[in-house]
């Protein structure tokens, strides 16, 4: 490929997961931030976000030899899964659109999720940063407010439920009294 040079000896590694299984067994692999790139085959985007994310996963990930070992280690890990061959598992992680990326880092799970084409590549490149750079207290930190923020949205959920019901409630007397 074109992409890598003269140098075919160099490729990154992109795991390729195939089944629920891989995706856990990739998640669990090392507590490294991982990105996990959904897409489809017949995606023009997502073939044109492809050419950039192999070359970051050069940049930034793990480098195997001709053989497929690991002959550098990187800062991240990167997998693809390919929508087409795995339906089932993208609607279970809410993939909606392609291409699609989810970031996790070991016990922290998923950090981010967002729809990613190749004009929002440089985002995704900004996040990575951010996230490489985040401390463990920051990180723990965010997850805490993450969770306050989830808190508060489902008090706000259940308040305007029993307003609802209150009012639904109200015109049913009205209605009686009519």
């Known amino acids: 490929m074109a992409l890598w040079g003269k140098d075919k000896t160099r490729v990154p590694k992109i795991t390729k997961v195939e089944s629920m ?57 990167f997998a693809d ?25 070991g016990a922290e799970g998923l950090l981010e999720d967002f729809a990613c084409g190749p004009k929002k590549f440089p985002m995704l490149e900004e996040k990575i940063d951010e996230k490489l750079q985040m401390s463990q207290e920051e990180i723990n930190f965010n997850m805490v407010m993450d969770e306050g923020t989830d808190l508060n949205d489902d008090i706000m959920t259940e308040l305007k439920w029993e307003q609802y019901q209150e009012a639904a409630r109200a015109t049913v007397a009205a209605n009686k009294k009519d």
């Open 81 to 105: 899964v390919e929508f087409g061959k795995n339906a089932k598992l993208c609607r279970t992680l809410g993939v909606k659109r392609l291409p699609y990326i989810h970031m996790y880092r």
């Open 21 to 77: 299984d891989d995706f856990l067994a990739f998640l669990a692999e090392d507590p490294r931030l991982a990105i996990v790139k959904f897409h489809a085959s017949w995606c023009k985007s997502c073939q044109k976000f492809d050419v950039r994310y192999k070359k970051l996963a050069l940049e930034k990930g793990d480098i195997c030899d001709g053989n497929g070992d690991i002959i550098e280690p990187g800062q991240m890990r």
